[in-house]
Antibody, heavy 118, light 110 residues
Framework: QLQLQESGPGLVKPSETLSLTCTVS??????????WDWIRQPPGKGLEWIASIYYTGSTYYNPSLKSRVTISGDTSKNQFSLKLSSVTAADTAVYYC??????????WGQGTLVTVSS | QSALTQPASVSGSPGQSITISCTGTSSDVGGYNYVSWCQQHPGKAPKLMIYEVSNRPSGVSNRFSGSKSGNTASLTISGLQPEDEADYYC??????????FGTGTRVNVL
């Protein structure tokens, strides 16, 4: 049973870079079975897909965030990470990491709230 | 990319059936059988309910079913139960090799 756990600062200052890590257990990010995704949800609002990484290292980004986002993987730690630069209050959200089997997300982390504020 | 369009809320009494629509375009919902639905209770992570338009993951009640016609996908919940009260989101693969979610629907069990 795959388990995912997000970690990172809960508070980030405007204009700085948000950095989050997802630790995976019960499976390997080197597996060809899954894509590894980040999804966010602003308070009281809907879900937004941010980015994906595949075991080959291929990355995919939401066009609206692409200029500010980097997703990467660390197979030695079985983790994948998200960096979002130049954050504003609009980036305040619960950030989820999740596994995707081609087109659907079967496993999700519990989510972590990141607040952008000075 | 624009979010898929869902009704803000749908209500029903216990035992009734309700249907939630999810409208996109030929570049997403209409172009691929890669529509999924998730359920989200307050403060919880989303849970997959339907994948690839009409497939149910193991452990999901057969009261949940999905379908698609043209650019609109639908989720039907039959025999509505109090625990079905939650937010529901559709999602779709797009022609840009990205993914888009729906605006979300709050299901109220009266």
């Amino acid at each position: 049973q795959l388990q995912l756990q997000e970690s990172g600062p809960g508070l980030v200052k405007p204009s700085e870079t948000l950095s989050l890590t997802c630790t995976v257990s019960g499976g390997s990010i080197s597996s060809s079975s899954y894509y590894w995704d980040w999804i966010r949800q602003p308070p009281g609002k809907g879900l937004e897909w941010i980015a994906s990484i595949y075991y080959t290292g291929s990355t995919y980004y939401n066009p609206s965030l692409k200029s500010r986002v980097t997703i990467s993987g660390d197979t030695s730690k079985n983790q994948f990470s998200l960096k979002l630069s130049s954050v504003t209050a609009a980036d305040t959200a619960v950030y989820y990491c999740a596994t995707r089997s081609v087109s659907y997300w079967g496993y999700w982390g519990q989510g972590t709230l990141v607040t952008v504020s000075s | 990319q624009s979010a898929l369009t869902q009704p803000a809320s749908v209500s029903g009494s216990p035992g009734q059936s309700i249907t939630i629509s999810c409208t996109g375009t030929s570049s997403d919902v209409g172009g691929y059988n890669y529509v999924s639905w998730c359920q989200q209770h307050p403060g919880k992570a989303p849970k997959l309910m339907i994948y690839e338009v009409s497939n149910r993951p193991s452990g999901v009640s057969n009261r949940f079913s999905g379908s698609k016609s043209g650019n609109t996908a639908s989720l039907t919940i039959s025999g509505l139960q109090p625990e079905d009260e939650a937010d529901y989101y559709c999602s779709s693969y797009t022609s840009s090799n990205t993914y888009v979610f729906g605006t979300g629907t709050r299901v109220n069990v009266l």
